[in-house]
């Protein structure tokens, strides 16, 4: 048996659809973000990176790196084992009190990245309760599914943000079965937001608990940076509030938050939170440190969606096709993952313009798009270059503009 035979055909596979994935090598350099180096072809070229999940440019914030450095002389780089087993340093148990403060909640767990605190988290609650039923958003996350699916439990998928298909399938479950309803608040391919109240008075009639993936809205909604739950006055309807480390708070981990009860049954009985190394102590003191500071700096909220509805209105203008978005992701659409990949190439070789192309299976095939997230340091100038380079790949692929 040849295996690597099998795994070439995979790859080639992959490859015939046009949507092999190819990582550019960046090098950032703290201070100069959204700039970086593209390593490629064996030569340095210089890039502006228009793609990156780091939405307020944390990543690079001089009191979390003091923070990271500082944790690193003293308590050193790894954490030395599971929470269990020597890995809770006291920074573990301050950053998991501030993400509770964040949330309004009793509680908060973190694990290693948002990935899985979704998958552990939702397929351990729905295997506590027997006969649960999960009713899953159709466009939810990845580790969202892989959850609902390790859960083994019956689910019900609704249509995207239909609360009248919610409803008709909340309805016909068992009343007596325990239910769970799992989704985002902003999705962020297409930077819509799910109408979060429908949802908890749709969980309120039927008795069901409510798991909320805020990871694109953490940071970024609500005065304290608690996401749309806080935004809109809510957070306390929802039974799970999930969050990440790792896009507005620009380090790394995820984590979930919601009674203390709950918290405590996941932290004792999760395989994928007791059986794995926790975060080291430098991450886990710069993401404390980014969560302080980005709850208390409304300003960079201000400032990002400000600079996501310049950039939508500077590409409307100059009439490339950018999809409806309510938050602050600007996508454009392509619909080819050929096209849509051979412009980000041209973008990177000809204009210095980094985006990474979203074909399937990130978004359903005949959607790929180009997905653009403007931070808080993308001035005008780089906006106008970008709305440039656009017009001059869309010419070139002879794309289409917008109706
Ligand atoms: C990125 C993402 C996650 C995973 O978070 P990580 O911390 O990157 O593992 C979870 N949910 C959604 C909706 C995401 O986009």
Redesign the pocket.
């Given at each position: 048996m040849d295996y690597d035979a099998h795994f070439r055909a995979a790859v080639n596979a992959v490859h015939n659809e046009g949507r092999y994935r190819v990582f550019a090598d960046l090098a950032r350099k703290v201070g100069d973000f959204p700039h970086a180096i593209n390593r490629r072809d064996g030569k340095e070229h210089p890039v502006v990176i228009w793609c990156s999940?780091d939405y307020l440019g944390m990543g690079q914030n001089p009191s979390a790196i003091a923070a990271a450095t500082e944790a690193a002389q003293t308590y050193g780089v790894g954490s030395g084992g599971t929470r269990n087993i020597s890995g809770t340093t006291h920074l573990h148990v301050l950053l998991e009190k501030e993400l509770a403060g964040l949330h309004g909640k009793e509680s908060a767990l973190l694990f290693t990245?948002?990935?899985v605190s979704?998958d552990t988290t939702i397929s351990t609650v729905a295997k506590m309760l027997p006969g649960c039923i999960i009713f899953s958003d159709a466009m939810n996350?990845a580790?969202m599914i892989d959850g609902v699916r390790h859960s083994g439990a019956e689910k019900k998928i609704f249509r995207h943000n239909d609360t009248a298909q919610l409803e008709e399938l909340l309805q016909s479950a068992p009343k007596d079965a325990p239910k769970l309803i799992v989704f985002?608040s902003v999705y962020?391919m297409d930077g819509d937001i799910a109408p979060i109240a429908d949802i908890c008075d749709l969980a309120d009639k039927y008795n069901a608990m409510t798991y909320l993936?805020e990871?694109?809205a953490v940071g970024l909604y609500g005065h304290g940076g608690g996401g749309i739950s806080e935004r809109d006055n809510i957070a306390d309807r929802i039974t799970i509030i999930e969050g990440?480390l790792?896009?507005a708070f620009g380090t790394m981990g995820?984590y979930i938050t919601g009674s203390a009860s709950l918290v405590d049954a996941i932290r004792s009985t999760a395989s994928g939170f007791i059986f794995t190394t926790t975060v080291a102590p430098p991450v886990v003191a710069a993401a404390l440190e980014n969560v302080r500071y980005v709850r208390t700096h409304n300003e960079l909220r201000v400032r990002h969606q400000e600079r996501a509805q310049a950039l939508k209105l500077k590409l409307t203008a100059a009439g490339l096709p950018v999809m409806p978005s309510s938050t602050h992701i600007v996508p454009v659409f392509v619909g080819d993952p050929v096209l849509c990949k051979r412009a980000t190439d041209i973008l990177l070789e000809q204009h210095g313009v980094y985006i990474q192309p979203i074909n399937y299976p990130t978004v359903p095939k005949g959607t790929e798009r180009l997905r653009i997230t403007p931070t808080p340091l993308h001035d005008d100038q780089l906006m106008n270059q970008l709305a440039d380079a656009l017009c001059a790949v869309w010419r070139d692929l002879e794309l289409e503009l917008a109706a």
């Open positions: 999940n990245s948002g990935f979704n996350h580790s985002e962020s993936d990871v694109h990440t790792a896009k995820g």
